[in-house]
């Protein structure tokens, strides 16, 4: 029933494994690889400083997969002060972009330098400016990345962007146009990796990671589990804000749920 399924499908050792660890495989369906992919394409590796845009599921997942990279350390930046939570109970330094201050001199204060070796935008076309009430500013993310990356250093980008937002605050932003510093970036001789994942290359590894106890991508991004009929319920505190990534499950296999 499902097209491509003899391509898409990724098989698993064994069944009984896979089950009692299916609800951390099931992030290998999206939000996992594309982090991972995120981290990855940033170029981060031993000994990596990296700053991560946006706590929400797949920069949960990046900042995980830095971990496993092997980052020294990994910092987290978002205005949602659940999701920063959530990006420290796992050992990432939460940067809340509420606060005074410019992005440079809280990376400094972890760090002691205002840069980072790998940057991961894991925000996209819907970003928001800095400060308490600020609103949206669709370049503030890929600025932020160039400005804090080194020189030389990959910026990672698994944040959506697209050629056309409807919704967008001005008429250049609706078509997919930003006012991004690309100059700055050209200066610093900075990589820039964006477009879709490619699951397929990460997610046998990722599985294996995962059926081994290396990867507990689950506990990391708050999966939770929750039935059909409260499907709808989830998808609106998903879009305000709440520090969970909600898994649906009908059949009641989780062995969780």
């Known amino acids: 029933m499902v097209p491509y399924a003899d391509f898409n499908l990724l098989p698993?050792?064994?069944r009984d494994q896979a089950l009692e660890k299916i609800l951390d495989l099931t992030?290998?369906?999206?939000?996992?690889p594309t982090g991972y992919h995120g981290a990855y394409s940033a170029g981060v590796t031993t000994g990596s400083t990296v700053y991560v845009a946006g706590a929400g599921p797949v920069g949960l997942?990046?900042?995980l997969s830095a971990q496993l990279l092997g980052a020294s350390v990994v910092m987290v930046g978002d205005t949602n002060p659940d999701r920063l939570k959530q990006a420290e109970s796992f050992g990432c330094v939460g940067i809340d972009l509420t606060t005074d201050g410019t992005l440079e001199e809280k990376i400094a204060a972890v760090t002691g330098e205002p840069e980072v070796d790998a940057a991961v935008d894991a925000v996209g076309f819907e970003a928001r400016g800095h400060g308490k009430d600020a609103g949206e500013a669709p370049a503030t993310v890929l600025n932020d990345c160039m400005g804090i990356a080194r020189a030389g250093a990959g910026i990672g980008i698994p944040g959506l962007y697209v050629t056309g937002d409807?919704?967008?605050?001005?008429?250049?932003?609706k078509e997919g146009t930003l006012g991004v510093r690309l100059g700055l970036g050209w200066t610093k001789s900075h990589r820039f990796v964006t477009g879709q994942c490619p699951v397929k290359q990460y997610n046998r590894q990722l599985m294996n990671l995962i059926l081994h106890d290396r990867a507990p991508i689950a506990k990391a991004v708050n999966a939770t589990t929750i039935s059909l009929d409260q499907a709808a319920?989830?998808?609106?505190?998903?879009?305000?804000?709440a520090a969970q990534k909600f898994v649906i499950d009908p059949h009641g296999m989780v062995p969780s749920a």
Do not use: N
């Open 166 to 173: 409807p919704g967008a605050v001005d008429d250049a932003a």
């Open 27 to 32: 992030m290998l369906s999206d939000i996992f």
């Open 12 to 14: 698993f050792p064994d």
């Open 61 to 63: 997942a990046a900042a």
């Open 233 to 241: 319920d989830g998808y609106q505190q998903f879009d305000k804000g």
